[in-house]
């Protein structure tokens, strides 16, 4: 059984030598499904291939997540391989000579993979828990995004099954039992750590890392995205220094490139 | 003020931790061994109890105990406040399931070290219950929080969680650098979590580790271990000795040899009455592990 790195390992061997190709490809599902973690990792990885200067198109279809080799979206297709998953298509894009982390050293680089722990342990695990286990959220948006590429009765079936998956890993990560005011407070304690580690820098280090394009993929949506309610958007709001993080890399990578 | 521990053998690391917390902060924490009632089977982790009220769950005892004025970091300024949270994410996300695969997966760490371990702590209808019931809690905390949704198997996982776990370890030994302790002259909730999280992987015989052969090569963080167990652990300072593992492994050896041997057996025994149950499905990958004692315990036993 080939695992998701191994396959990386061999591209990485097969490919390193060939640069970027023009016609990358990047697939997501249709814009509005899943609305909350699938935009996250778009936003993360675009953000992220931006900074690294890769240009790459991005292509809608409503089943990427089944056309993606592990299953996980996003993925690209670059040249003849196919890649999915952010941490091996940070790797692979390593492999092709284009790394934001070059620059740090052991200590800095320590740092980085600590905070990107941290956004995925606290805002990833809350944007879940506010799309799937927040009974208003569920009934009013996420069962019918999810559900909107699909006909009946496959439409009910695919979103209440994601539901009893995501439940599931709520519990085993402790998190079953929260309210959605206790999860709120959480991402309210995860942002006041990430804002007073960025303080007034531009950046979280002194060069945009990989912890950039994953903050901004995750606060990004969040300040985006509509809800049965503004909570989530005031906690986050009320960080000004994070507001204008995100509006620095909007302009930088996104304003600039699509004029 | 006294405060009460329930340990609830769920996880030996929290306990490690709390019980490190207590000492840098200066609490004093009466720990009591949970090893005969039943709630072992119903509560899930450790358990605060202070007066009236009760605290579940690592985070909030910590939380509460810094509300109850017993601090370890009040030194620390607010962006180290946030590296503390930052670090303790990575080794929640990516040291605790490969720690959790190493102790209660791994067949033969489960069958010579843990299962033995936790089987003796409990009184005898519940040690076939307990340890077989937390290695399921275990994996299948693994596979949910790590593994690949349609398929959700072991298998597939373990390469990226024990290479996650390896580079975690460097990424510690690289921050703590030569260092005693993470921020400046005292040690801080940081590192009683790290301390909680590596001291069993350090100290504990294990049969087969990677991870615990890539933590030798660490020095600075198995000194660390060393110099967190000497001055905060050790038998001359005032608070009573720490779970068995670390300190008085070596005398625990011989009794340990001992009750596996008995506990074998007896399983054994209740494995011949109850053959169905070993033939359900969900229950096949846990019942395997008596067998490597079968071939010894039947010599001894005469049917």
Same mark, same amino acid.
């Given at each position: ?12 061997? *097969? ?14 599902? *249709? ?13 993360? *990885? ?7 200067? @890769?240009?790459? /198109? ?97 439409? @009910?079936?695919?979103?209440? /099954? ?29 942002? /006041?750590? @990430? ?5 007034? /820098? ?39 220094? @994070? ?17 | ?135 399921? +809690? ?113 005398? +625990? ?51």
């Amino acid at each position: 059984m080939i695992r998701v790195n191994e396959r990386v390992l061999l591209c990485l061997s *097969l490919t390193a030598a060939e640069p970027w190709p023009e016609n990358a490809t990047l697939y997501q599902p *249709l814009k509005g499904e899943g609305f909350f973690s699938s935009s996250c990792s778009l936003y993360h *990885l675009q953000t992220y291939l931006r900074m690294c200067g @890769l240009p790459v /198109q991005v292509v809608c279809r409503p089943n990427a997540e089944y056309m993606s080799p592990s299953g996980k979206i996003p993925f690209i297709h670059v040249g003849n391989q196919v890649v999915s998953e952010l941490g091996p298509i940070v790797q692979f894009s390593k492999a092709k000579g284009h790394s934001l982390s070059d620059g740090l050293d052991d200590v800095q680089r320590a740092e980085m993979k600590a905070y990107m722990e941290l956004v995925n342990n606290m805002l990833l695990t809350a944007e879940l828990f506010i799309q799937w286990c927040d009974e208003t959220t569920v009934s009013q948006i996420t069962r019918h995004r999810y559900g909107t590429p699909y006909s009946w009765p496959l439409n @009910l079936i695919l979103a209440y /099954q994601k539901q009893w998956e995501v439940r599931r890993k709520m519990n085993a990560v402790g998190w079953g039992g929260k309210t959605v005011d206790q999860v709120y407070e959480d991402v309210s304690q995860c942002c /006041q750590a @990430l804002s007073q580690r960025l303080g007034t /820098q531009p950046y979280f280090f002194k060069i945009p890392t990989e912890l950039d394009a994953l903050v901004f993929g995750h606060l990004f949506t969040i300040l985006t995205t509509q809800l049965t309610n503004t909570e989530l958007l005031e906690r986050v709001r009320s960080y000004s220094n @994070l507001l204008s993080f995100c509006r620095r890399i909007e302009q930088t990578y996104f304003e600039s490139k699509d004029s | 003020m006294g405060l009460l521990v329930w340990i609830l053998y769920g996880c030996f690391m929290c306990v490690l931790l709390f019980q490190a917390y207590s000492r840098f902060s200066g609490a004093k924490l009466t720990v009591s061994h949970i090893d005969w009632t039943w709630k072992t089977l119903t509560a899930s982790s450790p358990e605060l109890l202070c007066g009236e009220s009760v605290v579940q769950e690592p985070a909030q005892i910590l939380s509460f105990m810094r509300k109850q004025r017993f601090n370890a970091d009040y030194e620390l300024t607010a962006r180290q406040g946030a590296d503390t949270m930052a670090y303790i994410a990575l080794l929640e996300e990516k040291l605790r399931p490969a720690l959790l695969h190493t102790f209660w997966v791994d067949t033969e760490n489960y069958t010579s070290l843990t299962r033995p371990w936790f089987a003796s702590r409990s009184p005898f209808p519940l040690n076939f219950i307990v340890p077989s019931r937390l290695a399921r +809690m275990a994996l299948s905390r693994i596979l949910l929080t790590k593994g690949e949704a349609p398929l959700h198997r072991i298998s597939e996982i373990e390469g990226k969680i024990y290479s996650d776990a390896k580079e975690c370890l460097n990424l510690l030994s690289y921050r703590l650098g030569t260092a005693n302790h993470f921020f400046g002259n005292s040690p801080t909730s940081l590192d009683a979590f790290v301390f909680g999280f590596v001291a069993p992987l350090h100290r504990a015989s294990l049969p087969s580790s990677h991870l615990q052969s890539h933590l030798k090569q660490l020095e600075n963080l198995t000194h660390f271990c060393d110099n967190i167990l000497e001055v905060y652990f050790s038998s001359d300072h005032p608070c009573p000795p720490p779970l068995p593992p670390p300190a008085v492994q070596e005398s +625990m050896d011989a009794n340990l040899q001992k009750l596996t041997q008995l506990v074998n057996k007896e399983s054994n025994l209740i494995e011949k009455m109850d053959d169905n149950l070993r033939s359900s499905p969900q229950h096949k990958p846990h019942r395997l592990d008596p067998k490597p004692s079968l071939s010894s315990a039947n010599s001894s036993t005469p049917a």
